[in-house]
């Protein structure tokens, strides 16, 4: 059964991993649904963890002492699970994978779309296969998967933004979210070929 805390404890790393998010976006991001987040966000801004900004560029974020929070909880989860050995092997895998998609990004950008759909394929259908794997090890990484699809069903669908648009929860805001949680994961910064 799954704690407050651990409830929290998602929240939170979510944040972390975004940066500043709604919580719908939040909601995508950890599979629960919004009256939760939202709930859940309520709570942490009574105990200083998160704030909420409004204006031109609003959203939910973390203060430091969240930040410390998200922290705590992360080494924790990596005390439990066997997630270096796990991200390892993903993150050497996804790094060429990440070439791929990167390529693929840039031939978009170009109108470059000869092969377009087949890469797209084979790079979403790799990702999948990993992600099964590694979510068996840490299973909070489950929740990437649906993202990836419902991103790559709105390509197919000729959602202009669904690749590459940022802060639209398309396939490029997943993938850095998955590449920053694999590298906290490992505690390793990225890399400029990153």
Request: net charge negative.
């Amino acid at each position: 059964m799954t704690t407050t805390e651990q409830l929290d404890s998602v929240v939170l790393h979510s944040l972390r991993l975004k940066g500043r998010a709604t919580p719908p976006g939040l909601a995508s991001a950890t599979g629960l649904d919004e009256e939760t987040v939202q709930s859940l966000l309520e709570k942490n801004a009574g105990l200083g963890l998160v704030l909420q900004r409004t204006g031109r560029i609003s959203g939910w974020m973390l203060t430091p002492e969240g930040r410390s929070q998200a922290e705590a909880a992360l080494l924790a989860e990596k005390s439990t699970v066997d997630a270096s050995a796990a991200a390892e092997r993903y993150d050497t895998e996804f790094l060429v994978l990440n070439d791929r998609f990167k390529q693929l990004c840039t031939d978009w950008q170009l109108g470059a779309l000869d092969g377009f759909r087949a890469t797209l394929d084979a790079v979403h259908h790799s990702n999948l296969e990993l992600l099964t794997a590694l979510a068996s090890s840490i299973p909070r990484l489950a929740t990437y998967g649906p993202r990836f699809t419902a991103a790559y069903d709105r390509v197919l669908a000729g959602d202009k933004d669904a690749l590459l648009r940022p802060m639209a929860e398309s396939y490029h805001d997943i993938w850095l979210e998955l590449h920053e949680d694999l590298l906290l994961l490992l505690d390793r910064e990225r890399l400029e070929t990153d």
